[in-house]
């Protein structure tokens, strides 16, 4: 079981005055290093206890002004950090995962290191909460976007087909792609 102090410090030259108020207790030390040992054994000795098992909070008012905006400073950084964090996971999954820009291109538009994109999204294909749609990508239907749309039976006939490698578990079956209409031939390379 720990006990707790609170230390107040003040400077006195080139001292530092350590005061225990719970239990007036007074003593001095050269450097801030020093001080709670210094009040942690003082303690230890008045009420004597184990120094090991008291917990000394170390406070320096005049100082309190200057160090609280201090820590203000690295309360708003933290908060601009965690929400820098979130903008980018959240970009980052959208880009890759909804609107399918390879992780490269993320990574670019980003300006994220490929491991940083890859932990902010998962890969395709793992286990993620954002389930995937399957099929093609339909056209859009704005006119005059020059992509054509061939429904017809004698154009999916001549469309090539494509294999996919052996399936890494040992699975001999072959899973077949075919090209959707929309792709264009570059697309293949």
């Given at each position: 079981?720990?006990?707790?102090?609170?230390?107040?410090?003040?400077?006195?030259?080139?001292?530092?005055?350590?005061?225990?108020?719970?239990?007036?207790?007074?003593?001095?030390?050269?450097?801030?290093?020093?001080?709670?040992?210094?009040?942690?054994?003082?303690?230890?000795?008045?009420?004597?206890?184990?120094?090991?098992?008291?917990?000394?909070?170390?406070?320096?008012?005049?100082?309190?002004?200057?160090?609280?905006?201090?820590?203000?400073?690295?309360?708003?950084?933290?908060?601009?950090?965690?929400?820098?964090?979130?903008?980018?996971?959240?970009?980052?999954?959208?880009?890759?995962?909804?609107?399918?820009?390879?992780?490269?291109?993320?990574?670019?538009?980003?300006?994220?290191?490929?491991?940083?994109?890859?932990?902010?999204?998962?890969a395709r294909g793992s286990v993620d909460?954002?389930?995937?749609?399957?099929?093609?990508?339909?056209?859009?239907?704005?006119?005059?976007?020059?992509?054509?749309?061939?429904?017809?039976?004698?154009?999916?006939?001549?469309?090539?087909?494509?294999?996919?490698?052996?399936?890494?578990?040992?699975?001999?079956?072959?899973?077949?792609?075919?090209?959707?209409?929309?792709?264009?031939?570059?697309?293949?390379?």
């Amino acid at each position: 079981m720990s006990t707790a102090y609170v230390a107040r410090l003040h400077r006195i030259g080139r001292w530092w005055a350590v005061d225990v108020p719970d239990l007036n207790i007074h003593t001095q030390c050269r450097t801030l290093d020093e001080a709670e040992d210094m009040a942690r054994d003082a303690i230890a000795q008045a009420i004597d206890i184990r120094p090991d098992t008291i917990t000394v909070d170390l406070v320096v008012p005049e100082f309190a002004p200057l160090l609280q905006c201090v820590l203000e400073a690295k309360r708003q950084r933290a908060a601009a950090d965690a929400a820098e964090q979130q903008a980018l996971a959240d970009a980052a999954r959208t880009l890759v995962e909804d609107l399918r820009v390879s992780q490269g291109d993320a990574c670019r538009l980003l300006g994220l290191s490929h491991q940083e994109v890859s932990h902010l999204s998962p890969a395709r294909g793992s286990v993620d909460a954002r389930p995937w749609q399957l099929g093609p990508l339909t056209t859009p239907s704005t006119p005059g976007l020059g992509i054509p749309r061939d429904t017809s039976q004698s154009a999916k006939r001549h469309q090539p087909q494509r294999q996919r490698p052996a399936l890494t578990n040992g699975s001999s079956r072959q899973a077949s792609f075919s090209r959707p209409g929309w792709a264009i031939a570059e697309d293949d390379g």
